[in-house]
C-alpha cells in the first residue's frame, strides 16, 4: 500500500480551498455584470448568491454525516464533479434560474471540500488543530485575493464574465489531480461512531456554537460578498478592498498559532468580534481613502473567526467529531445564504428611498451602501456579547478541551 503523505494531502485542500475562495471573489467581481446582462435586481442577486451558500451547508450536513462510512477520498471526488459542473452550468447560463441552478452546484463542491478536509486534518495534525486549521484557511482569503485581482484584471480589459469563470477549471483540474493520486489516511484521532456524534450534538455549549456561527459568518461574508455593490461609488475601489482585506486575513491565519496560544480561542472570538463591529461601523461612516483604513481593521476583525470556531468544536467538542465540524461549517453557510437576499433588499430599498429624496444615481447608491454596512454591524455586535458570555465561563470549558502544543507542526 502507498504510504500516506500528509503534506501532499494539505498541499491538495489548500489548492481545493482556493478554488471555493475564488468563486466567491470571482462572482462579487461579476455581479454587476450579471445584473446588466440579464437585467437582474439586487434581490434577484441576492438569491442567485444565496444559492452558493445554500448549497454549501447541504453538503457539509450530508458530508459530516457520511464522513466516517464514505471518507475524505470520496467526499473530493463529489467535490471535484460539482465544481466542473457547476462552473460549466455558469457559463452556459441563459438567466436567473439558470444562474441558480449552476450556483447551487458550485456552493455543494465548496462545502464538499470543507467536509472532506478539515476532518482529514484535524486527524493528521492532532498535537495543534487550531492552528493547523487555521493555516489551511489561510488559503480561502489567500484564494479571494487571487480572484478579486484576477476578476480586476479581466474586468478592466473587457474579458466577459463567462471567461472569469472559465479560468477556475484550471485550478480545479489541479487539485483533482493531486487528491487522486495520493493515499489517504485512516481516522485515528477524531471520534469516527456516528452514533456518538450525533448523540454529542445535544450538548448545550454545541448549540451555543453553533448559534454564534451563523452571526460570525454573516459578519465575514455579507460585506464581503457585496463589496463590488456596496462600495461602488465610495471613491474606493471594491476589488481592491476585497484584495487588501483578504490578503491581511491570509497572513493572519499563517500566524494564528501565537494568537491561539496566548489568547486561547475563546478570548481570540471575542477580541475578533469586537474589532469587527468597530470596523463594520467605520464603513459605513468612511469616506474615500478612510474606507480602506476601515477595511484593515475589518480584516483583522473577521481573520480568525471561521477556522477557529471550526477548530473551537473539535477541541472543546470533541466527541461531535467531523459531523460537529461540518455542521457549525454549514450553520454559518446557511446563515450567510438566508442573509444574502435580505442585504439585497436593504440596498434596493435604501436606494429608492435615496432616489425619492432627490439625490441623484450614484449620490443614492453610496447612501444605500452606507445605509446597508450600518445594518450589518449588528451582527458582530450580537455575537460580540455572546462571546462575552463563553469567556466569562472559559475556566469551565478548558477542564474538557483536548490539549493541544503551542506550535504548529512544520509543514514541508
Known sequence: ??????????????????????????RAGILDQLGVQFNLTDTQLGYINGMAFLGFPIATVIGGLLYNTLGARKLMMIAFASHILGLVLTILAGGFWSLLISTFFIGFANGSVEAACNPMIADMYTRNRT????????WFPGGIVIGALVSKFMTDFDMGWQ??????????????????????????????????????????????????????????????????????NSGASPMLILAMVTGIMAVGRYFAGFMVHKLNPIGVLLMSAIITTVAVYSMSIAEGGMIYAAAVLFALGVCYFWPTMIGFTSEYLPKTGALGMSLVGGAGMLSTAIWQPVIGSWLDSARENALASGVVQEAAELAAGKATLGKMMFFPLTVAVLFGILFFFRKKLEEGRVPQAHGAEEIV
Open 163 to 232: 471567461l472569469q469563470i472559465g479560468i477556475m477549471l484550471i485550478p480545479t483540474l489541479i487539485y483533482g489531480y493531486l487528491f487522486f493520486k495520493e493515499q489517504f489516511p485512516e481516522s485515528e484521532h477524531i471520534e469516527t461512531d456516528t452514533g456518538l456524534n450525533i448523540r454529542s450534538l445535544a450538548s448545550p455549549l454545541f448549540i451555543f456554537i453553533i448559534i454564534c456561527m451563523t452571526l460570525t459568518a454573516i459578519s465575514e461574508f455579507g460585506p464581503q460578498q457585496w463589496v463590488e455593490r456596496i462600495l461602488g
Open 131 to 138: 492552528a493547523m486549521l487555521n493555516r489551511f484557511h489561510v
Open 1 to 26: 500500500m502507498k504510504e500516506v503523505n500528509k503534506n501532499k494531502l494539505f498541499l491538495a485542500a489548500c489548492i481545493s480551498l482556493v478554488v471555493t475562495a475564488m468563486t466567491f471573489a470571482i
